[in-house]
């Protein structure tokens, strides 16, 4: 069984400003690691994950997360935030070699970015 | 990337009737479908994991008379709430995956019952 805690339920953020969103986690098995973002009424959508390999992965638009193994942690930051970051983020985890991708989702961290 | 189509977005019925919702993989075959549930600023809570071609398998406390998950192709589950109640009323949101490393999710469902 796994269990995700995201630390910040809810971070305000100045545009331009970097943000930092905590994420650990505990499991009996290695995992795979995932950081999702969800607009209101939305679906979520993936911003990045780790398989293996380089601990630092990032996303596309700005992004990026570093797995620390011995901190159990999974920690998700953006050097320079921009409004239309404002959205629910989640920190979720799945088994190595479960079937499917069935994940456990932290708690989730709104993040509120203030012009 | 994979496509994942969720059916209708949103829904309003009365107490005591079914409502189902339907989760398509619209671009590729998915043998394993989940289905959670999302309260008001709240996280996902996994209820379910349909699979194709046999019964899906239910997560501790969810009952499986009330919410029904058929699975009878591999671009479609679907979920029934069967005599949906006020409390059942809340976001339900359904992913398939293509490997065990990345999940689509649907666009997501949001159920109130009156």
């Known amino acids: 069984a796994q269990s995700v805690t995201q630390l910040d339920s809810q971070v305000p953020v100045f545009e331009e400003a970097p943000v930092e969103l905590r994420c650990n986690y505990s499991?009996?098995?290695?995992?795979?690691l995932f950081w999702y973002v969800q607009y209101p009424n939305q679906g979520l959508q993936l911003l990045l994950k780790?398989?293996?390999?380089?601990?630092l992965v990032e996303s596309i638009n700005g992004f990026e997360a570093e797995f620390n193994k011995s901190q159990t942690s999974f920690h998700l930051r953006k050097p320079s935030v921009h409004i239309s970051d404002t959205a629910e983020y989640f920190c979720?985890?799945?088994?190595?070699?479960?079937?499917?991708?069935?994940?456990?989702f932290g708690g989730g961290t709104r993040v509120l970015v203030k012009p | 990337g994979a496509v994942v189509s969720q059916h209708p977005s949103w829904v309003i019925c009365k107490s005591g009737t079914s409502v189902k919702i339907e989760c398509r993989s619209l671009?590729?075959?998915?043998?394993?479908m989940f289905w959670y549930r999302q309260f008001p600023k709240q996280s996902l809570m996994l209820m379910a994991t349909?699979?194709?071609?046999?019964?899906?398998?239910?997560e501790q406390g969810v009952e499986k008379d009330k919410f029904l998950i058929n699975h009878a192709s591999l671009t479609l589950s679907t979920l029934t709430v069967t005599s949906a109640h006020p409390e059942d009323s809340s976001f339900y949101i359904c992913?398939?995956?293509?490997?065990?490393?990345?999940?689509?999710f649907g666009q997501g469902t949001r159920l109130t019952v009156v």
């Open positions: 992913s398939a995956s293509l490997t065990n490393t990345e999940a689509f």
């Open positions: 499991s009996s098995v290695s995992v795979y």
């Open positions: 780790y398989l293996s390999g380089s601990t």
């Open positions: 979720a985890v799945s088994g190595v070699g479960a079937a499917g991708n069935k994940l456990t």
């Open positions: 671009d590729f075959q998915a043998t394993t």
């Open positions: 349909s699979n194709e071609g046999s019964k899906a398998t239910y």
